[in-house]
């Protein structure tokens, strides 16, 4: 399910507050900071963003 357009906007990486790219589409669904030095990867769980930290994945 992705997310609305509108809300990735205005939602920020809470680890550096940079800007998120919409991964919502692919699988796993993910919201993906755009800073190339976090690139933390967050889930999206029933089109639902988990902008938690502790629940991101670590870039490789
Ligand atoms: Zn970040």
Do not use: F, K, N, Q
Not at 35 to 58: H, K, M
């Amino acid at each position: 399910m992705p997310v609305e357009a509108s809300l990735i906007e205005i939602l920020a990486c809470p680890a550096c507050h940079a800007p998120l790219a919409d991964r919502s589409a692919a699988d796993p669904a993910e919201l993906v900071c755009t800073s190339g030095d976090c690139g933390l990867a967050y889930p999206v769980r029933d089109g639902i963003p988990v902008l938690l930290v502790d629940e991101a994945r670590r870039p490789a």
